[in-house]
C-alpha cells in the first residue's frame, strides 16, 4: 500500500490556491484604464495572484496529519 505525500486537506488547500490565483488574473484583466495601469491592475490583482502563492506554498510545506476514521 502506498502512501500518498499529501491528504485531502492539503489537496484542497491547493485547489483555494489555484482559484485565487485565477481570480487575480481575472481582476487584472479587468481593468478599463490603458494598459491596465488603475487600481485593479497594479494593486488588487497582484495582492490576490500573490495571496493565492502564499496558500500553495502553505499547502505544499504543511505535513499532512492522520486523518481519524
Sequence with gaps: MSK???NKKNYRMMIIGVATVII???VMTMDKT???FGFLGITLGPI????GFVIEVIAILRSPQKESK
Design 24 to 26: 487575480g488574473f481575472t
Design 48 to 51: 490576490i495572484v500573490l495571496s
Design 34 to 36: 490603458p494598459h491596465g
Design 4 to 6: 500518498l505525500p499529501f
